[in-house]
C-alpha cells in the first residue's frame, strides 16, 4: 500500500537579462511543516505586515530588516532537513543567439523565447523536487507562485500544473498536482522564503564569479 504525502512547493526567480545572474528555483515544503505553529505564526506575521520587505536585495543592514530575514531563516532553518531547494541558473544569451536563426519577425522571436524559459526552466525545476521519493510512496502537491503580470500572461500556473501531471503519467512516476496558484505579495511565507534562499544563492553566485576574475 502506498504511503501518500502532501507538499507544498513555492516557485520564484531573481536577476533580469540585464542583471546577472538569472535563476529560477523552487521550495519543496512537506504540509505538516508548513502547517505547524511555527510556520503558520510567520504567516500571520507576514499577513498582517509585521514584518519589514522580506527581500535580500533591499538588505543594506537596517536593523529591523535584519530582525525579520533572521528570524524568518532561524524558524526555516530548524527544519531544513525535511525540505527540498532546486535552482537554475541559466543564460538567456544563447538564446538571444538562437532566436535570430528562426525565420520570424524578432517580436514573434523574442515572445518565443521569453514563452520556452517560463514554461521549460520552472517546469524542470518543479519536476525535479517531485521525483524519486521511492516506489513505496506517492506524493500529492500544491504550487504557489507569486503573481505577475508575466506569469499571468504566459498562463504559468495552468500550465505548470498540466505539464507536470503529462510528466508524471508519461514517465510513470508517482506524483501528482493538485493545484497550482498564483498569489499576491504577502500571502504565502513560503514564497517570501523562497525569494530569500534565491537572493542569497545569487549573491553567492556574483561572489564567486567577482573572485575568479580577481
Known amino acids: ?30 504540509t505538516k511543516i508548513y502547517n505547524s505553529f511555527e510556520f503558520q505564526e ?7 505586515n509585521k514584518f519589514t520587505k522580506l527581500h535580500w536585495t533591499n538588505y543594506t543592514g ?33 538564446l538571444d543567439i538562437r532566436k535570430k536563426l528562426y525565420n520570424q519577425k524578432q517580436k514573434a522571436a523574442e515572445l518565443l523565447m521569453q514563452k520556452m524559459i517560463y514554461t521549460k526552466i520552472p517546469e524542470r525545476i518543479l519536476y525535479g523536487l517531485l521525483r524519486n ?17 508575466r506569469y499571468e500572461g504566459f498562463k ?15 514517465r510513470g512516476e508517482q506524483f501528482s498536482v493538485l493545484n497550482c496558484s498564483l498569489k499576491n505579495k504577502r500571502e504565502e511565507i513560503g514564497i517570501e522564503i523562497t525569494d530569500l534562499l534565491l537572493g542569497i544563492v545569487r549573491q553567492i553566485i556574483k561572489k564567486m564569479k567577482l573572485c575568479q576574475r580577481v
Open 1 to 30: 500500500m502506498l504511503n501518500v504525502e502532501t507538499v507544498n512547493i513555492f516557485f520564484d526567480e531573481s536577476g533580469t537579462k540585464n542583471d546577472k545572474p538569472t535563476i529560477m528555483g523552487g521550495l519543496l515544503i512537506p
Open 42 to 48: 510567520l504567516n500571520r506575521k507576514l499577513r498582517e
Open 62 to 94: 537596517y536593523e529591523e530588516m535584519r530582525k525579520d530575514i533572521l528570524e524568518v531563516l532561524t524558524t526555516f532553518a530548524k527544519f531544513a532537513r525535511f525540505v527540498k531547494l532546486n535552482v537554475i541558473n541559466y543564460n538567456a544569451n544563447p
Open 133 to 149: 521519493y521511492g516506489k513505496d510512496v506517492y506524493i500529492k502537491s500544491q504550487i504557489f507562485i507569486e503573481k505577475s503580470n
Open 156 to 170: 504559468l500556473d495552468t500550465n505548470l500544473m498540466d505539464q507536470l501531471n503529462i510528466q508524471s503519467m508519461y
